[in-house]
């Protein structure tokens, strides 16, 4: 079975999991997987108080060896039992999620670009480009809403974290996409794009 791997990244707040939301839509259940990246933080045995202060934006934060290693067992049709991170916990949990292999991979991730052998076990790479101060307002919403984040701690860890990492790591990866969408507009021809794409790819497998 040949397997389409897309990897889809951009800064912190970009939009990233709307574009995945679209692509889901327009394959069944079964044809597709998601591997986010966030899910990869290296376990910690810090006291929650230290855990909290730990850089996530940093790509020493991401157990890149297990990602890599999981996909590439996808890649090759064995399931896998991913991690999953607890944001409130600022820690992976015991339990982990079971994923059977499939014709479509979404790889979703800030830093899915910055590591030069993920790009290479990507058939399609998307960058999804927003300003900063839009990016800013949905992480805010997003942290204090869904993660029980304070206003202040969230303001506090974009200025001495997310701000420059996404300068340091995440803005330069743009240029290894194939595809740039920029957030402020509607995805759909974008998506729909991807989506020939993908199928071009899998029908050619069948010849």
């Not at 939301?21 to 591997?35: A, C, D, P």
């Not at 934060?61 to 064995?78: H, M, N, P, V, Y």
């Not at 995805?187 to 729909?192: E, G, K, P, Q, S």
Request: without cysteine.
């Amino acid at each position: 079975m040949k397997t389409v791997t897309i990897a889809i990244a951009g800064g912190s707040g970009s939009g990233k999991t709307t574009v995945v939301n679209k692509l889901l839509s327009h394959f069944k259940k079964k044809e597709v997987r998601v591997l986010r990246l966030d899910d990869y933080y290296k376990k910690s045995d810090l006291p929650f108080d230290e855990r909290v202060k730990v850089n996530y934006d940093h790509p020493n934060s991401i157990d890149f060896d297990l990602f890599i290693s999981q996909l590439k067992d996808l890649k090759e049709g064995r399931a896998i039992d991913k991690p999953i991170y607890d944001f409130q916990i600022y820690n992976r949990l015991d339990e982990k999620e079971h994923i059977e292999p499939s014709p479509i991979i979404l790889l979703e991730g800030i830093l899915v670009l910055e590591e030069e052998e993920l790009r290479n076990l990507s058939d399609i790479k998307i960058y999804v480009d927003t300003d900063s101060d839009l990016r800013f307002i949905r992480r805010l919403l997003r942290d204090t809403k869904e993660r029980g984040r304070s206003l202040e701690s969230v303001v506090d860890q974009y200025l001495k974290t997310v701000k420059p990492m996404h300068e340091a790591f995440v803005e330069q990866t743009k240029k290894y996409a194939d595809i740039i969408i920029p957030n402020d507009f509607s995805h759909n021809v974008a998506v729909d794009i991807v989506e020939t794409k993908i199928k071009e790819i899998l029908n050619k497998d069948k010849e």
